[in-house]
């Protein structure tokens, strides 16, 4: 017999706004039996049908309602979402590398699907998901007939859902190294070891938006990965650091800037905070500055320190930036809120005795759209700020 939900009462209002997951806290009680990942049913406390989603007895998310009619899970309804979300990209996005399925924000909970060209990646972040992975790998074929789909699977939150860290090839053949082109440039992508699938895709437009700001510059790219926004910077300054803790990624960096003929990268390993001080304390400057750390806290609980830390790095950069340059700051936790982080960067402000301004804001592209309704789901804030 199949799970039956039933929430606490009032625990229902969040997520009939649109919010897709029931924590085990708010049930109230569970009746059926079935196997653990397959599909349950959750209703309000009064017996009203609220939707239903895949069950994990192991999770602190207990479900995660995708389905909110009588319809069921079967192999149509992965087809036409994910062709749903695809379709909605290609109206937006002329290159062939971005975010196909988003997660929540396209009905699908703890799935990701990123395509690189021929070639797509998945993330199966639920037990649920993860259970049905050769189906989704048959939808995917079937919609795209790509080259070869590849599964990443090292993420930590696989643990929280009880599942392996494993990652490996669905189907086809997937090469160590994917050519795709971003914003007019070429990039290596490694889809089986670098960060989360391979690249950030969702600071795309945000790349692309810098490079205005990097015109003639001498610019410091600080956790530049594997050089999204050095290249971007390299098509419009004069000289460009680029500045991460990992040798692997600098190697990715300097084959980028080879692959687009930039003579203008210089690479450089070693830890960002200290470096930061070591350019300060040997009175260096740049036109412009550009920080996009990893996410500094990733629970509520890490939120005083992860500001502390984001203030701290803002400050010594904004003592770099020549007047009138540039700094391009970016936070990538939803824990670190847009007003928190706004807040965090004026008290920088403050401190560094520099008059800041504002030119822009934004968000993570828009091949990774967020709910109103589910605040985690709208993580990146960048920050285009001009330093006097």
């Keep these: 017999m199949p799970y039956?939900?039933?929430?606490?009462?009032?625990?229902?209002k969040r997520i009939l706004g649109g919010h897709s997951w029931v924590y085990a806290n708010e049930v109230a009680k569970i009746e059926g039996k079935d196997e653990n990942g397959s599909l349950a049913a959750v209703y309000a406390n009064d017996g009203r049908f609220i939707g239903k989603g895949y069950i994990n007895h192991l999770s602190k998310i207990l479900v995660r309602i995708f389905i909110r009619s009588d319809e069921e899970d079967g192999k149509e309804l992965y087809l036409r979402r994910i062709a749903e979300a695809d379709a909605a990209r290609r109206k937006l996005i002329a290159d062939t590398c971005y975010r196909m399925v988003f997660a929540e924000a396209d009905d699908l909970p703890a799935l990701i699907c990123d395509r690189y060209g021929d070639y797509l990646v998945l993330e199966c972040l639920s037990l649920g998901v993860d259970k049905r992975k050769q189906m989704i790998a048959e939808c995917l074929t079937e919609l795209f007939s790509p080259k070869g789909i590849y599964m990443r699977g090292d993420v930590a939150v696989r643990k929280?859902?009880?599942?392996?860290?494993?990652?490996?090839?669905?189907?086809?053949?997937?090469?160590?190294?994917?050519i795709v082109e971003e914003n007019g440039l070429k990039l290596a992508v490694d889809v089986k070891n670098g960060q989360k699938t391979g690249y950030f895709l969702d600071q795309k437009e945000n790349r692309f938006a810098a490079r205005r700001y990097c015109k003639g510059a001498r610019v410091l790219d600080c956790f530049c990965n594997s050089g999204g926004f050095s290249l971007n910077a390299?098509?419009?300054?004069?000289?460009?650091?680029?500045?991460?803790?990992?040798?692997?990624?600098?190697?990715?960096?300097?084959?980028?800037?080879?692959?687009?003929?930039?003579?203008?990268i210089r690479t450089e390993c070693g830890d960002a905070f200290e470096a930061l001080r070591r350019y300060r304390e040997q009175k260096e400057s740049f036109g412009c500055v550009?920080?996009?750390?990893?996410?500094?806290?990733?629970?509520?609980?890490?939120?005083?320190?992860?500001a502390r830390g984001y203030r701290d790095v803002n400050l010594t950069a904004m003592k770099l930036v020549e007047?009138?340059?540039?700094?391009?700051?970016?936070?990538?936790?939803?824990?670190?809120?847009?007003?928190?982080?706004?807040k965090t960067l004026a008290d920088a402000a403050l401190a560094s005795g520099r008059r800041v301004k504002c030119l822009e804001v934004r968000v993570q592209a828009p091949d990774h759209p967020s709910l109103l309704t589910a605040e985690e789901t709208n993580y990146l804030k960048a920050f285009y700020l001009q330093i006097f």
């Design 160 to 178: 929280k859902e009880g599942l392996p860290l494993e990652s490996k090839v669905l189907y086809g053949e997937v090469p160590d190294q994917i």
């Design 323 to 342: 007047r009138g340059g540039y700094l391009i700051t970016c936070s990538c936790s939803h824990y670190m809120t847009m007003p928190l982080f706004e």
């Design 290 to 306: 550009i920080l996009d750390p990893p996410a500094f806290c990733k629970s509520a609980a890490e939120v005083k320190d992860a």
């Design 4 to 12: 039956k939900i039933y929430l606490k009462k009032n625990e229902e």
């Design 234 to 264: 390299a098509a419009e300054a004069k000289e460009v650091i680029a500045l991460d803790i990992s040798e692997t990624a600098l190697k990715n960096v300097r084959e980028n800037a080879a692959l687009n003929g930039f003579t203008n």
